[in-house]
């Protein structure tokens, strides 16, 4: 009973939480401020009253429409709610009401962000990855006096080293890429950064896990996008989006993942 009501609290939170990524989703790439002023329909400019501003209950009750001017509210508003609060959820079945929990929350917000900026403008903003450097900080400086479960291990450079190992590798492959290929837009600097901390937040495995997660959803849904003739060879699909979907599915199945993956080299050898 307890886990339920616990359930539909976080479930709740991510629902709060997705509909401020929604205004930074807006606002970031506008470098408009995400704290003032208070949200107004992008329409017509009225202000949004307290009951414009639930999470997916306005939307369903205003019937996706702007109470003022009638304008169609996009789908994508209770959608990126939804999918906040979904994403939450999973987190909280996979690591209980933990500091755990809190640590990849945080990050998966921030991701959040990342996953639709890049997916519309291409860039992933600076403010972004420091603000999830920070909160990497923060969560390896708690792990040296509450060792956290997250790394794997017990050793303080651990997360450290995974930012090294994220950042670099993905530095060096743009690098060659480039000079490869000469051309700039291979691999963005913005994708090599948030590389960064998401190295703080996972460790030096699960980042090498995710790195490779990141490539082979991105080269999975790359080529059914060119064979569905929905992009075409030379379009540039950015990699922001996979790198998220790589870290998430890294965070929730990643301890599995690689026993599994030891254990089949023990069977081998
Ligand atoms: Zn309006």
Redesign the pocket.
Known sequence: MIEIILSSYVFILGLIVGSFLNVCIYRIPRKESIIKPPSA??????RLKMIDLIPVFSYIFLKGK??????KVSIKYPCIEILTGVIYLLLFYRFGLTTELLATAFLMSILVIVFFIDLKHFIIPNELVLAAIVGGIVTMIYNLFYPIQLYGDSIWWNPLMGMFVGFGFLFVVSLIVTLLYKTEDAMGMGDVKIFAPIGLFLGWRMTLLALFSSFFIGAVISVILVVLRIKKRQDTIPFGPFIVAGTFITMMYGKHILSWYEGLFHSVF
């Open positions: 329909c992008t329409t017509c400019g009225v702007c109470r003022f001017c009638k304008e």
